[in-house]
């Protein structure tokens, strides 16, 4: 069975410096990895995918992904925070082996909450 | 484009009522989720589509039923609501892209069951 973990609650960064939001997932093949970022009171909104080639992904808002195989890890990135990055940061993994009725099911984690400090 | 709506935004149940909770999207998009949201769990799936005429369940399906006439609606039914019910529902559509759909959110419906 397909997992994804994101092993903190809450990451907190000075606005200005690199901020790291961490994810680990568990599949069976070849993983397709999401980033979502969800504001208050607001729905899911994406920010970037791997699906194969280049280890780092490039996504919306300034945001990057690097995707390592041997740590099964996809780590979201980005150089220096702003106090509007703050918001709950959600991994999601697909294992495209694990079909069922034609859809490929989407594991989201428990989500990070990033809080950015002026 | 509008993107996905939802309505309504919230929601209070008394237990063993039942209500239709709305979702439409105007992308054209063939697949649509329902999530719920629950403090701390990520979201679990509901029920999912993969076209219209076409649904089936998710991780968590007990309790609600779905439709889906229409590329554009996908409504989720709650029959008999349970205090178990309460939490914060999503709707969202997506298409296929390089063998992987992104998936477009709704801004959640809040539904409190007392």
């Known amino acids: 069975a397909q997992s994804v973990a994101q092993p903190e609650d809450q990451v907190n960064v000075a606005e200005g410096n690199p901020l790291t939001v961490k994810c680990t997932y568990s599949?069976?093949?070849?993983?397709?990895l999401f980033w979502y970022v969800q504001y208050p009171n607001r729905g899911l909104q994406f920010l970037l995918k791997?699906?194969?080639?280049?280890?780092l992904v490039k996504g919306s808002y300034g945001f990057e992904a690097e995707f390592n195989k041997s740590q099964t890890s996809f780590h979201l990135k980005k150089p220096s925070a702003l106090v509007s990055d703050s918001a709950l940061y959600f991994c999601?993994?697909?294992?495209?082996?694990?079909?069922?009725?034609?859809?490929?099911?989407?594991?989201f984690g428990t989500g990070t909450k990033l809080q950015v400090i002026p | 484009n509008a993107g996905v709506t939802q309505t309504p935004k919230f929601r209070i149940l008394k237990i063993g009522q039942s209500m239709t909770l709305q979702c439409t999207q105007d992308?054209?998009?063939?697949?649509m989720y329902w999530y719920r949201q629950d403090p701390g769990m990520g979201l679990k799936l509901i029920y999912y589509?993969?076209?219209?005429?076409?649904?089936d369940k998710g991780e968590v399906p007990n309790g609600y039923n779905v439709s889906r006439s229409t590329t554009e609606d996908f409504p989720l039914r709650l029959e008999l609501a349970a205090p178990s019910q309460t939490s914060v529902y999503f709707c969202?559509?997506?298409?296929?892209?390089?063998?992987?759909?992104?998936?477009?959110f709704g801004p959640g419906t809040r539904l409190t069951v007392l």
């Open positions: 999601a993994v697909r294992d495209p082996f694990s079909s069922s009725g034609g859809y490929q099911k989407v594991t």
């Open positions: 992308m054209n998009h063939n697949y």
């Open positions: 969202a559509s997506g298409y296929l892209a390089g063998g992987a759909d992104t998936q477009y």
């Open positions: 599949v069976s093949g070849n993983p397709y």
């Open positions: 589509s993969v076209g219209a005429g076409i649904t």
């Open positions: 791997y699906i194969t080639g280049d280890n």
